[in-house]
């Protein structure tokens, strides 16, 4: 099983709807969590982290965790064209000073 | 804003060559990081470090070694390039602490093994 699972994709949404993302880990004693968005021939960039359970809005996009189910997903409300990118989970296992990646789920936003 | 930088953008070496890979970062950072990433495989790490002088291997250190002689600066090396470490090579860079701090990338580097 890998540490961080995602769906690589692509998901295609409409323009102006919800894109869901989404992201499994492994180990459960994971204590923090990141969304990055990488543009193609571009570096990732942080879009948001979550500590705890629960949902965390910024702006657009919501970051929601569930440390019970071991999952943590990423919304992005009226989604636009240049929302067009992989966007790539992060998970911090405890005690590893390693920040692992999932491999990243490709978004399409069609207008 | 924290800048990462990375010495170049695009690289051409030939199978055997000695290849330096240069990460400097200027918001004074404990920790810097090497990955590569590959369609399909995401992003790996190959070696990061936590001070001067200080290195850990990563999940694919093979073929790889790095160096840190001053803070701001992290270098990765191949010490005789192959075509199998053709690749995007990313570098990063955060604050000291209990793991749970976002790491800021630099441009990266596309390396190209002939």
């Known amino acids: 099983q890998k540490e961080v699972e995602q769906n690589s994709g692509p998901l295609s949404v409409p323009e102006g709807a919800i894109a869901s993302l989404n992201c499994t880990y492994s180990?459960?004693?994971?204590?923090?969590f990141f969304w990055y968005r990488q543009y193609s021939g571009k570096s990732p960039e942080l879009i948001m982290f979550?500590?705890?359970?629960g949902d965390k809005e910024d702006g657009r996009f919501t970051a929601q965790l569930n440390k019970a189910s071991q999952y943590v997903s990423l919304l992005i409300r009226d989604s636009q064209p240049s929302d067009s990118a992989t966007y790539l989970c992060?998970?911090?296992?405890?005690?590893?000073?390693?920040?692992?990646f999932g491999q990243g789920t490709t978004l399409q936003v069609k207008p | 804003d924290v800048k990462v930088t990375q010495s170049s953008r695009y690289l051409v070496k030939r199978t055997g060559e000695k290849v330096f890979l240069e990460c400097v970062q200027d918001?004074?950072?404990?920790?810097m990081f090497w990955y590569r990433q590959d369609p399909g495989l995401g992003l790996r790490l190959i070696y990061f470090?936590?001070?001067?002088?200080?290195?850990e291997k990563g999940d694919i250190p093979e073929g790889y070694s790095v160096s840190r002689e001053k803070k701001e600066r992290f270098s990765l090396i191949l010490e005789s390039a192959s075509t199998n470490q053709t690749s995007m090579y990313l570098c990063?860079?955060?604050?000291?602490?209990?793991?749970?701090?976002?790491?800021?990338f630099g441009p990266g580097t596309r390396l190209t093994v002939l």
């Open positions: 990063a860079s955060s604050i000291a602490g209990d793991t749970d701090n976002e790491q800021f």
């Open positions: 180990d459960r004693g994971s204590q923090s």
């Open positions: 979550i500590y705890s359970n």
């Open positions: 992060a998970v911090y296992p405890p005690n590893t000073g390693k920040l692992i």
């Open positions: 918001m004074d950072h404990e920790n």
């Open positions: 470090s936590y001070d001067v002088k200080m290195k």
